[in-house]
């Protein structure tokens, strides 16, 4: 058990790199300090439980897929989808097979499972999973919009595009229609400029 533990070990600190890796198409956009991978999938998870609850899909699944969707990205970096042009033999799934050798058995096969229900998007819960990935997207998009980066629009409208689901849609139309600092101002009693 404790050679596994070292293995786990060992994948905590690589998993912690993504907290400064850079989700690098925004820099296409001209966002000089892009969020982190990490940041990204924090709020994946929180918008695929989100998504599922209002689905009628298990919400604690769609989060814990979310919560691992780029865990390959420590080893791949966060491959923009213009990179992916000209880098498409990345496969997540063997990313993560090695990611996961040498854990016990239980938890690396638990974690390929993941990964592999979240590449077939088949189930509800990857399919709202995929979605957060997407609303995320777009949420953070119109967030660096308010904060001057124009250029964002082209994400903001891709990934609208790409939405799947009855509930992430109705909520991209909610958030494109709020500024992002409309719920300081309900909290404040302030006006809508």
């Given amino acids: ?15 912690g790199t993504l907290k400064q890796s850079r989700r690098t198409g925004w820099w296409m956009a001209g966002v000089r300090d892009p969020e982190s991978v990490a940041e990204h999938s ?9 998504i599922a609850k209002l689905e ?5 699944r769609a989060a814990f897929l979310a919560t691992w969707h780029d865990t390959q990205e420590t080893r791949l970096g966060d491959v923009n989808h213009l990179g992916k042009k000209y880098s ?14 040498g854990m016990p058995a239980a938890l690396a096969q638990a974690v390929r499972d993941l990964v592999d229900e979240y590449e077939d998007r088949e189930t ?19 967030e660096y919009k308010a904060q001057g980066y124009t ?3 082209r994400w903001i409208d891709n990934s609208r595009g790409r939405l799947t689901t009855k509930s992430a ?15 300081l101002r309900d ?5 809508r400029p």
């Fill in 88 to 101: 498409s033999t990345a496969d997540p799934r063997s990313v993560t097979a090695d990611q996961t050798e």
């Fill in 124 to 142: 509800p819960e990857a399919i709202c999973a995929r979605d957060a990935d997407k609303l995320e997207c777009l949420l953070q998009g119109v």
């Fill in 1 to 15: 058990m404790a050679e596994g533990l070292t293995a786990v070990a060992r994948f905590l600190f690589e998993a």
């Fill in 187 to 191: 909290i404040l009693g302030e006006q």
């Fill in 151 to 153: 250029n964002v629009q």
């Fill in 56 to 60: 009628g899909a298990d919400p604690n």
């Fill in 169 to 183: 849609c109705l909520l991209a139309d909610e958030l494109l229609r709020q500024d992002s600092l409309d719920w």
């Fill in 42 to 50: 924090w709020r994946s998870a929180l918008l695929a439980s989100i």
